[in-house]
């Protein structure tokens, strides 16, 4: 009953519970090393720290009472670091169990013809124009595109519109083929997988990883890459498709009746992904929103500003 006041049989439950702490971080250190070397084979980012963490020793039976106090706090420290640390890596295990079921068996796609969310629609139609779009908002390039609307507004306010047609037609025909893939597509038995080094090099550029469906942005510093796949239908015929960026471990989705119109899920504008009942999940990334609508406001306001223009230089209205 005085157990819990005696200094040494206090030092030796520490010294237990930092000792019992280590045995599981060991545990899950072994879990996780297996799951780094498979993740980073597939292109999965970033591994976590692991350090090569020092046995704890045996306790000190010997130890003078006067230095009782300082070993059981340094044990109960010991045990919370190596609770923390535990933690730290489980979480790491968790996620990486996730991305690797994810690749090695991705959520598969119900039967076509499925129906295509608006917000779907909506990020396919708006991509092509964001792909050029883009680029007016770095400051150098915003000066450039001012300034041309500007000249040209001077001949007629509509003629700024006029370099609006082809991207549009541009971002028509784009949306057009994925949507019919997303609507009719099916995803394809892989037949065969290379990968080859792209021309370029980047230095912490975003670039998209992909496991299955599941996409996500992140820092890359290399070479790119250049994924090709050579896969075939549900029907027997066989069709080509690269994708590039980096090693790509995503699902193709191909239409049957063309199979050579293939996409990897970034080139779709919408990331899709099925849900549970294998149609497509309508929510989407926060990053594909946030490009999506800027790009709305931006035709939006090029447009609205053109007619405007030409609506006040007629005086249907004055500015005040």
């Not at 046995?55 to 609770?83: F, I, M, Q, V």
């Not at 996730?98 to 129906?115: K, T």
């Not at 990053?287 to 006040?312: D, E, I, K």
């Amino acid at each position: 009953m005085y157990r819990g006041l005696d200094p040494r049989a206090k030092c030796q439950d520490a010294h237990a519970q930092a000792h019992a702490s280590f045995q599981a971080l060991a545990e899950m250190r072994g879990r996780v090393l297996p799951l780094v070397a498979r993740a980073l084979a597939h292109g999965g980012g970033d591994a976590p720290m692991i350090p090569d963490y020092a046995p704890l020793e045996a306790y000190p039976h010997g130890a003078p009472e006067a230095l009782l106090e300082s070993y059981t706090k340094r044990y109960l420290d010991l045990a919370a670091y190596y609770a923390s640390e535990n933690r730290r890596l489980a979480a790491y295990v968790d996620g990486a169990v996730a991305g690797l079921r994810e690749v090695d068996a991705p959520q598969p796609l119900g039967p076509a013809p499925r129906p295509v969310p608006f917000s779907y629609v909506l990020a396919e139609t708006m991509r092509g124009y964001w792909l050029v779009l883009r680029w007016a908002l770095f400051p150098p390039l915003t000066m450039v595109f001012v300034g041309f609307v500007s000249v040209t507004s001077m001949f007629h306010p509509l003629t700024s519109l006029g370099l609006l047609a082809p991207l549009a037609i541009y971002a028509a025909v784009r949306a057009k083929n994925r949507l019919a893939v997303l609507r009719g597509g099916e995803v394809p038995e892989i037949v065969a997988r290379t990968v080859t080094f792209g021309s370029g090099k980047m230095s912490n550029w975003p670039m998209t990883f992909t496991r299955g469906w599941r996409t996500e942005v992140r820092s890359y510093s290399g070479a790119g890459r250049v994924t090709h796949f050579q896969y075939r239908t549900s029907r027997g015929a066989f069709g080509t498709t690269s994708v590039s960026g980096v090693e790509y471990d995503g699902v193709i989705v191909c239409h049957p009746d063309n199979p050579n119109l293939a996409f990897g899920v970034p080139d779709f504008g919408s990331m899709p992904r099925p849900d549970a009942r294998g149609q497509w999940d309508s929510s989407l990334p926060l990053r594909v929103w946030a490009a999506t609508l800027l790009a709305l406001v931006l035709v939006s306001a090029w447009v609205a500003g053109s007619f405007l223009l030409m609506f006040y230089e007629m005086h249907l209205f004055d500015l005040p």
